[in-house]
């Protein structure tokens, strides 16, 4: 019995701790240290949120957004009244610098492209400082992207995201959908701004 166990800790259990301790016997039965060597895809603190990013380009997050408000469907109109692919409203439209009928609005896909354009323009111009600031960083829990923060500035406004970075406010849209919300969705698209 003493053999048995004393062939099974030199041929088993020895060979193993070995190897979990990073040495090898080489063929001359000299003992190497084995150097340790970087892991390709180390395992994140717990403390470290992992968030999904898209990765993906300019065209696919008009689509993405155009698809979450009205289905991609530029002449459909909400209960509340916004309009078309993206869902503006007659506000919004103006502080870009459109002011047209609806049907007009409705009518026209390449009107509602150039509304989302402007809108964009002008809620990057508006949070340019906070992006660059936070951008890659948890704030309030949540990871910040360019791309994020310029889908909940479409969905609440840039004074809203504003409030959001200063105190942690959460503005909720009528349908009851928040900010963050689309901050994590709309999150690590690459956009042509």
């Known amino acids: 019995m003493k053999n048995f166990i004393a062939i099974v800790v030199c041929g088993v259990i020895l060979p193993l701790i070995m190897a979990f301790a990073g040495i090898r ?3 001359q039965n000299q003992i190497v240290k084995l150097k340790p060597y970087p892991i390709a895809n180390p395992i ?3 403390k470290i949120k992992v968030e999904k990013l898209n990765f993906k380009g300019h ?3 008009l689509m993405d957004i155009g698809q979450k408000e009205s289905s991609n469907r530029y002449e459909i109109v909400n209960k509340f009244g916004y309009m ?3 869902q503006f409203g007659n506000k919004t439209l103006k502080s870009i610098g459109i002011n047209v009928s609806r049907k007009t609005f409705l009518t026209s896909p ?3 492209e150039e509304a989302m354009d ?3 323009t002008q809620n990057y111009k508006s949070l340019r400082r906070y992006i660059n600031k936070y951008e890659g960083k948890y704030i309030h829990g949540v990871l910040i992207t360019k791309s994020g923060v310029l889908a909940a500035a479409h969905l609440g406004g ?3 995201v504003r409030k959001f970075f ?3 406010y959460e503005f909720e849209d009528a349908n009851g959908t928040k900010i963050t919300s689309y901050m994590r969705l709309f999150s690590g698209y690459s956009l042509n701004i």
Do not use: D, V
């Open 158 to 160: 840039a004074g809203n």
């Open 166 to 168: 200063k105190k942690g």
């Open 25 to 27: 016997k080489t063929h």
């Open 59 to 61: 065209e696919a997050f």
């Open 84 to 86: 078309g692919k993206y």
């Open 110 to 112: 390449s009107l509602q």
């Open 118 to 120: 402007r809108l964009l």
């Open 44 to 46: 994140p603190s717990p």
